[in-house]
Structure formats: structure tokens, C-alpha cells
């Protein structure tokens, strides 16, 4: 059996008002996609395991793009930058050769930072400010992304123990 990459993360609160057990689930799994990269070289963390565009790197870039997309534009209304085009649909995917591990996960912490700040200015019942958003609330946002992050981590699950055999959370 191969070593877990850490220990195990504390369970969220078992505990708590909506908001705190929604924020903390998305967290858990924040940490999940951070722990799936940790100690892999660039060519490690970028190696094409699937016949899709999808390496471990790749989805780290691809969800500080969706946690940009989703809280900021979706929700805020903020005009925000997006690498993807009708064209090159899957470039949120594609690390490019000055891209580093470190550069994107840190890509990745500050837009979960700026989601954080947008979560707790709001209540779950507020709603999309984005005109064509406008039936989401908060609440279905955050729902939204723990299921986008936690689909993403069961695909790194499998592509970490493709590349170096390590597993667990």
C-alpha cells in the first residue's frame, strides 16, 4: 500500500449554520487539489495521462478560472479575465512553458481568497448581480463549486496515483 500525500484533513464542523458547513466542505476540497500537486516537478505535474488535455496542473489552473468565473463574473458582475475563447476552448487547461507549479497554486490561493471575501460580504440568499446569472443565488454558487472541485479532485485522485503512486486526500 503507498503512503498517503499528508495526513488526513480534519472533517469539516459537524456542527454549523449553512454558510460556515457550505464554506468549509469547499475548502476541504480546495486543500484536496492543493495536496494532489504538492512535491511534483513541473513535467511531473503537467505529464498527459488521459487522452483529454487534462493533467493535475492543468486542473488546478482550470478551477482558479472557474473560482473567477463563478464568484466574481457569475456572481459579483466583475468583468474578469478568462484564458479560454470559442476557439481554444480548453486553454484554462494548458499550462504554458512560463507557468510554474508554484506560479498557478498560487494563481489557485488567490482566487480562492478573493471568493472567501466575496462569500463573507454576502448572505446564501442573495443573488447573482450578473444580469444572465440573476436566478443564482449564493447559495447555488457555493453548491456549484463543490461539486465542480470535488469532481475535479476524484480526477486528480486517479491521475496522482497514475503519476507516483501516492493517494489519499
Known sequence: MTAPIRPALPDPPYEAD???TLSSFLDWYRDVILRKVEGLSKEAATRSL???PTTL???VKHLACVERGWFQSG???ERVYQPWSEADPDADFRIELDESVVGITDLYRR???RSRQIVDA???DDHARRADRATHTLRWVMVHMIEETARHAGHMDILREQTDGATGE
Request: aromatic share 6%.
Open 50 to 52: 488521459v487522452s483529454s
Open 57 to 59: 496542473l492543468g486542473i
Open 122 to 124: 454576502a448572505n446564501l
Open 18 to 20: 449553512e454558510k460556515t
Open 75 to 77: 456572481f459579483m458582475g
Open 111 to 113: 482566487e480562492i481568497e
